[in-house]
């Protein structure tokens, strides 16, 4: 897929709405802060997940960016039977995750957002079935819908705090991370009233960020600077998919400001699957990705760096056809990391104290406020 045509499938509704919403933004003041409505921090040393609330230090190893499935929203409630039917998913994923737990897999934040199909009540009782906690994302993908594109940044940062404080979908299952989006178009006009809306409610309610981003445009940075008008630490943001890049200058730029860099789309490194598209410009192979790593540990930013596949157990997004094929290219899946990746790094001399402080102290201390 082409950069152009690719841009060219969310231009339409960007440019029509954009003077209207930055109106309403402009009329609407400074959000929630400014209305006097009260908001609380979460417990320092603590997380959000849907099983509730978590002492940090009970994560374990952590993935930071994963999915138990990506589809769009509606799907679970008016066509199961694309997914494979809803008994039958909650069945094998169960299944997968026991096993991964059982390989070393404690955790995973999972950051499927209400357009991404996100059903909460079915990500719990993955979690108490397979034992393996989940983190999940309020926040918001790409591609917003009509109702969403004309939310002004007051509105998006209103229902965000209401999954934070009181729960998502009808229940009292609080999100424990918030999820942005911007990618190979850069920051849309909805796309930054998400990225304000979000830094807000992370300094009200004390929630760290993850990020979507296009790493081979330093999309990071942008999102970055936006961020840093909006008065955030660094330490409260993870930047999503930064080892799309092979630029390490830039991700070098971003952890020495404070951010934590999502390595987390590891089997996208995998050689492409015959006769799949040509990506332009390519992203990082896996051996490159495996030397950013070890670049940023080398150069005393190891403690910047968390881990993660992006690799949805059930995925509504691409073709059905096209499906066996993608699960042939990753048959690891979400332990793609625990399998693949671990040995590979402890090959090129990563150690395993640096390993652990990627995929167990991070994560803590990304949650827990430090």
């Known amino acids: 897929m082409t950069k152009e045509s690719y841009l060219s499938r969310r231009s339409f509704l960007v440019t ?34 849907v099983l509730g609330p978590l002492d940090t230090a009970k994560l374990g190893f952590t993935q930071s960016h994963e999915h138990v499935c990506s589809a769009s929203a509606g799907f679970w409630g008016n066509w199961p039977e694309i997914l494979g039917g809803r008994a039958s998913f909650i069945k094998e994923t169960v299944e997968k995750l026991k096993k991964y737990k059982g390989e070393g897999l404690d955790s995973f934040i999972d950051v499927t957002t209400i357009d991404l199909g996100r059903d909460i009540r079915l990500m719990e009782e993955v979690s108490r079935k397979s034992g393996v906690q989940i983190v999940a994302a309020t926040g918001h993908w790409l591609d917003p819908s009509r109702s969403m594109i004309v939310r002004t940044i007051e509105e998006l940062q209103e229902l965000f705090t209401r999954e934070i404080q009181v729960g998502m979908e009808g229940t009292n299952i ?5 999820k942005v989006a911007n990618d190979i178009e850069g920051i849309s006009p909805f796309g930054e009233r998400l990225l304000r809306a979000a830094a807000r409610t992370s300094k009200t309610t004390g929630t760290p960020i993850s990020t979507h981003t296009w790493a081979l445009d330093r999309i990071g940075e942008k999102q970055a600077a936006i961020f840093e008008q909006e008065g955030i630490s660094p330490s409260k943001v993870c930047i999503g998919h930064s080892d799309d890049t092979p630029d390490v200058d830039y991700l070098i730029g971003l952890a020495r400001r404070g951010y934590y860099l999502g390595m987390d789309r590891l089997p996208g490194g995998l050689p492409p699957s015959p006769g799949a598209p040509i990506q332009n410009p390519p992203r990082a192979t896996l051996e490159q990705r495996m030397a950013s790593i070890k670049k940023l540990i080398d150069e005393g930013l190891g403690n910047r760096v968390m881990l993660g596949t992006d690799f949805p157990i059930g995925i509504g997004l691409n073709p059905t056809a096209a499906l066996a094929a993608r699960d042939a290219r990753n048959p690891d899946g979400i332990n793609f990391v625990i399998r693949k990746v671990i040995p590979l790094l402890k090959a090129i001399g990563v150690t395993d104290a640096a390993i652990r402080t990627m995929t167990v102290e991070n994560p803590k201390r990304y949650f827990g406020g430090a």
């Open 16 to 49: 029509a709405v954009c003077a209207a919403v930055v109106l309403a933004d402009e009329q609407a003041g400074s959000g929630l802060a400014s209305s006097g409505q009260g908001v609380s921090k979460a417990k320092r040393g603590s997380v959000q997940t």
């Open 174 to 178: 609080k999100a424990g991370v918030i």
